[in-house]
Every structure is written in structure tokens, then in C-alpha cells.
């Protein structure tokens, strides 16, 4: 799963890369969005695949059944999906910032609270979402449209965000995207965690 | 019964709406202008003035015609009120007056005029209030369709089990 | 019985109101309500368009509550109510989006700006349209109802959000100016027919709710005698 999120984000990337002129210097102000494009299409790709296996194969009455909490499927489910995403990122911020000739290693402290939270803000709306969708007649068209109009503050916020970061501004200027999506995960979480055992009732 | 209800009161509002943006377009234009003689000098003293308007710059009968007897004229200017003798009204469309002197024998062009400055707008305004209700009766039509044909469907099951 | 023909007399008193209403609505707008200074005529959208804007809100506002509802008692009632009203809300968001335009086009000579207003409306009517196509493709009454529950809470949660990052978005890539006599500045006549307008349209609102319940009752009372004949 990891391996095939990570091929498919790298051809995003570069898929995205020869949709500008060569040395075009337009570049420099679209990376952001082509970032946070390149992982909201792989994490769509990982979190459409998070309960396919537990309701195709019937293990999802297994996990009902046992002694836990339902909310703590819901927790391991969304780190699971965090930690996947994570690795992609690790692995293809230092290769954009080689193929789109960016500097990204001199703030590298905002990068990743930033990539960090923003990431854990998809996690905590798309798994919700996957468990959903997985329950749907169009399984892997229905997450995307769920996903995206909810996440829109999200992308908004992580792709001005990031773009101050790349053009090294102060933390002022980042600060308010960021606080727009603490809140966003904060709040999401809370109604996922209460929501969550609503969904998952007799699958 | 209820559809044919429904399309009369959406025939009547859109008769009202209508009706009411008609009244909107002015009846009384201020009309001023700029008289000059065959030399190009502006024209001074009383004149009659004949106004015709046009849907075309450079077409056929006039669609409205009116002549002010008199008017006074000092240094080439004057300001009449058109639709003052023959009742004016104009929709949303451009126009093309022409103005006749009696006494000046060179012609004046047709100069483009609008009912008002704001109607071409009211085309905006139109179709924005049209489609609102015309949307919200479709959206009533519909709901009442689909209920007719459920109570139709739910009559005949109940005949036919009642039968049986 | 009773409490049918009660509720009868009720729903003639709505339909008959809603249609006084319009029509003195009708008269405010165009003949009552004052012309706007530097917009013209053009500015009477302004009458359709909030109102429309309101309905929306109101509706999506009911969408979740009775979302809530649904998960806290597990009456079928309040799913019926969510979607029908999601469904007008769908209707009069899209009528925002479309007058909007309208509005703007003569006034700021473009059809869209991404004004944080309209902006909003996009994207509820994409979270809306999300949720109606949930209900459609989940199977079985009871998983629909709670499934859309769960993201219909979801998404009225999301509004404030939405909100708050356009807003921030907008200040960094400024906009030209846009048309002010929103809330500010209003003519006492103004001001009355717009509170006027909003009322014509939340009664609209309501006849359009109690219909569209009375439609889903039928279809479920139409399932249930088939069921019972299918046995």
C-alpha cells in the first residue's frame, strides 16, 4: 500500500511538472499547490483502501466484537492512515524541493508543523469519510466527493500556509493559516470521535 | 387539477412582474440638445422641433414622433420634454432619435438614446426574478407529480388487495 | 381524524399566506421599495437574493439539527425532515448562485467574483449536493438515515470554518470593492421590504418543507403496503 502511494504521488509530481514551460518562473508561486495537490490525491488513494478489506473479508465483525472501545478503531484507523501519509511526505518534499529547484530545508521546523497538522486534518475527516464510503454502491467516487467540499478550509489554509513557508515569511503570516486548521482538526476530531460508533454499528 | 392550479399562479406572477417592470420604463424623457445652422454656427431664435424615433439608425417609419411649436433657443442649446405631447414608452432597447427643425434645412444624425440609463438592467433583474419562481413552481410541480403518482399507485394496491 | 383535517386546515392557512405574501412581496419590490442610488433597478435582485441566501441557511441549519435528532432518538421523522430539507436548501443555494451572478455582472462587470460570500455558497452547495448524493447511493433505510446524519453534522459544522479561511484568504488576494448596501446604509423602506421578503420566503420555506414530508409519508406508506403484500 505504502509502496503504490508513494509511486503514484512521484508521478503526480512530476506529471505536474510538465504542465508548466520549461523554466518557467511561474513555478516558484504554483509549488504549493502542486504539493498539496500530489497528497490529497495519494492520501485519497490510501484512505479509499482503509476499510475495504474489514468489510469485504468480514473481519469488521471481528473488530466490533472485540473488548475495545469503537472509537479506538476509529483512532487507530485515522494514525494508521496519518503515518502512511507522513512517510509519503517525507520521502517527496525533498525530491520537490530538488526537481522544482525550491529550498525547503530552510525553514523546516514550519514545514512540517504545518504538513503535520494539516495531514492529521485529512486523516481525521477522510477516515471517517472511507468508513462511509466503503458502505456505498460507488466506493472509490464517493469518498473524493465527501472528502473534498468538507477539507476545502483545509486545502485553503495548508496551501497558503506552505506558500508563506517557501517564500520565507515571518511566522505572523503563518500563524493565522495554522490556527485555522488546529481548529479545523480540533473540532473534526471531537465530532468524529462522537459520530463514529454511529457508522460502524452493524457493518 | 393541482398542476393547473400551479401554472396559474405562476402565470400570474409572472404577469405582475411584468407588468410591473413595464411601469419602471419612463413615460417623460429630458431630452437636451444642440442646434447648428448650415454654416455650423450654433442657432439662435424659435424654431419648431420634430422628433421621430427609431428602432434603426438609418430605417423606415418612426416608431414615435412628436413636435414641440416654438421653442425658444439660445446659443445652439435647448431642453425639451419629450412624451409631453405624444404619450412615451420605451422598453428595454436602445433607440435612434432624429430631430427635424423647421426653419434649418441641414440634417442632424440619429443619435443613439436608451429608454433610461439603468434599463438595460432591468434584463438583469428580469431574469433574475424570473428564474427564481419559475424554479421554485417547477420544484412545487414536481413535488406534486411525484405525489399524485403515489396516491394513484397506493389507490390501485389497495383496490387490488381489497378485491383479492 | 381530526388531528388530519386540523392539520389540513393548517396547511390551506400556510398556502394561502405564502400566496398573500408574494404577492405584496411582489408590489415592495418593484413599486414600494426605493430605487438604488448608484445600482439602479438592478438592485432589487438584492430582495430575492438574500431572502434566498436566509432559506439556505435555515435549511442546512435544519438539516442539522434534525441529524442530530435522528442519531440521539432513532425516529425515522427526523431523517425525513433532514432530507427534505436538504433538498430545498440545494434548491435556494443554487438560486443564490445564480442570482448572484446576475447581480454582479451589471454592477461589478464580471459574472463571478470570488467574493467570501459567494464563495461560501459554492462550496455549501457542494457539501449539499455530497449529501444528497449519500443518501441516494447507500442501501437500506436505516444505514442511509444514519450515514447521512453523521455527514450532515459534518458539514453544517464545516460552514464557520469555510467562512473564516475564505475570509483570510480574500484579505491577501484583494478584491475590488464590493457593492456595499448590504446591512449598511439601508432605506427605512428598504430595510422593510427585505424583512418582508425574508418572511414571504421563510413561509415558502415551510409550505415547501410540510409538502415535501407529505410526499415522503405517502411514498413510505406505498413501501410498507407493498412489503405487506410481497409476505
Not at chain 3, 448524493?133 to 444505514?143: A, H, I, Q, S, T
Request: hydrophobic share 55%; charged share 15%.
Amino acid at each position: 500500500m505504502i509502496f503504490s502511494m508513494l509511486v503514484f504521488s512521484l508521478m503526480v509530481a512530476v506529471i505536474f511538472n510538465f504542465s508548466f514551460p520549461p523554466g518557467s518562473e511561474f513555478i516558484d508561486d504554483a509549488a504549493a499547490g502542486i504539493i498539496w495537490m500530489t497528497f490529497i490525491f495519494t492520501s485519497l488513494l490510501g484512505m479509499s483502501r482503509s476499510f475495504v478489506r474489514e468489510v469485504d473479508k468480514g473481519c469488521m465483525q471481528g473488530l466490533l466484537l472485540a473488548p475495545i472501545d469503537r472509537v479506538d478503531i476509529y483512532i487507530s484507523k485515522m494514525l494508521i492512515n496519518l503515518i502512511f501519509i507522513i512517510m509519503v511526505e517525507v520521502v517527496v518534499v525533498p525530491l520537490f524541493s530538488v526537481f522544482f529547484k525550491i529550498n525547503l530545508f530552510d525553514s523546516i521546523g514550519a514545514l512540517s508543523a504545518v504538513l503535520l497538522l494539516s495531514t492529521l486534518g485529512f486523516a481525521i475527516v477522510g477516515t471517517l469519510f472511507s468508513a462511509i464510503a466503503v458502505n456505498t454502491r460507488t466506493r472509490e467516487v464517493m469518498l473524493p466527493i465527501l472528502h473534498f467540499p468538507v477539507s476545502i478550509p483545509l486545502i485553503i489554509c495548508a496551501v497558503q500556509a506552505t506558500n508563506a513557508v517557501m517564500a520565507g515569511q515571518a511566522w505572523s503570516v503563518i500563524w493565522p493559516w495554522l490556527k485555522i486548521i488546529i481548529a479545523f482538526d480540533l473540532i473534526f476530531f471531537l465530532v468524529g470521535y462522537l459520530t463514529f460508533e454511529y457508522i460502524v454499528e452493524d457493518s | 387539477m393541482k398542476i393547473r392550479k400551479l401554472s396559474f399562479v405562476t402565470s400570474f406572477v409572472l404577469f405582475f412582474g411584468a407588468t410591473a417592470l413595464q411601469a419602471q420604463t419612463p413615460r417623460l424623457m429630458h431630452y437636451e440638445g444642440q442646434l447648428k445652422d448650415e454654416q455650423g454656427q450654433p442657432f439662435v431664435g424659435v424654431t419648431d422641433l420634430v422628433f421621430n424615433i427609431y428602432k434603426t439608425a438609418n430605417g423606415e417609419s418612426p416608431i414615435w414622433s412628436e413636435s414641440h411649436v416654438g421653442v425658444q433657443i439660445e446659443n445652439g442649446n435647448y431642453g425639451v420634454l419629450l412624451g409631453s405631447k405624444t404619450p412615451l414608452k420605451l422598453s428595454f432597447f436602445e433607440y435612434y432619435l432624429e430631430v427635424k427643425t423647421s426653419t434649418v434645412t441641414a440634417g442632424q444624425p440619429r443619435r443613439m438614446i436608451v429608454g433610461s440609463g439603468y434599463n438595460f438592467r432591468l434584463w438583469f433583474l428580469f431574469a433574475a426574478y424570473t428564474i427564481v419562481w419559475v424554479a421554485i413552481f417547477i420544484y412545487v410541480l414536481s413535488i406534486g407529480r411525484r405525489q399524485k403518482k403515489i396516491a394513484a399507485e397506493l389507490a390501485a394496491l389497495t383496490r387490488d388487495t381489497g378485491s383479492a | 381524524m381530526e388531528q388530519n383535517n386540523r392539520k389540513d386546515i393548517w396547511g390551506s392557512l400556510l398556502k394561502i399566506g405564502v400566496f398573500v405574501c408574494m404577492t405584496v412581496n411582489i408590489y415592495l419590490v418593484f413599486q414600494f421599495a426605493p430605487q438604488e442610488q448608484s445600482m439602479g433597478h438592478v438592485q432589487r435582485i438584492f430582495y430575492f437574493h438574500v431572502p434566498s441566501a436566509w432559506i439556505a441557511f435555515l435549511a442546512f441549519f435544519v438539516v442539522f439539527v434534525a441529524s442530530i435528532g435522528y442519531l440521539w432518538k432513532r425516529e425515522r421523522k427526523y431523517d425525513l425532515v433532514a432530507g427534505a430539507a436538504a433538498e430545498i436548501g440545494v434548491l435556494f443555494a443554487t438560486l443564490v448562485l445564480i442570482t448572484g451572478p446576475i447581480w454582479g455582472r451589471p454592477v461589478w462587470n464580471t459574472w463571478w467574483e470570488w467574493s467570501p460570500r459567494l464563495t461560501l455558497f459554492l462550496v455549501l452547495w457542494f457539501i449539499y449536493i455530497a449529501y444528497l448524493m449519500l443518501r441516494n447511493f447507500v442501501e437500506g433505510e436505516e444505514k442511509s438515515a444514519r450515514f447521512s446524519a453523521v455527514f450532515g453534522i459534518f458539514g453544517f459544522v464545516d460552514v464557520p470554518i469555510v467562512y473564516m479561511s475564505i475570509r483570510l484568504w480574500r484579505d491577501i488576494h484583494p478584491s475590488p470593492v464590493v457593492g456595499g448596501g448590504q446591512g449598511s446604509g439601508l432605506h427605512p423602506d428598504m430595510t422593510f421590504t427585505l424583512l418582508f421578503s425574508v418572511l414571504t420566503f421563510t413561509l415558502l420555506f415551510l409550505f415547501l418543507l410540510s409538502n415535501r414530508m407529505k410526499l415522503e409519508k405517502s411514498r413510505i406508506a406505498l413501501d410498507d403496503l407493498k412489503r405487506q403484500i410481497a409476505f
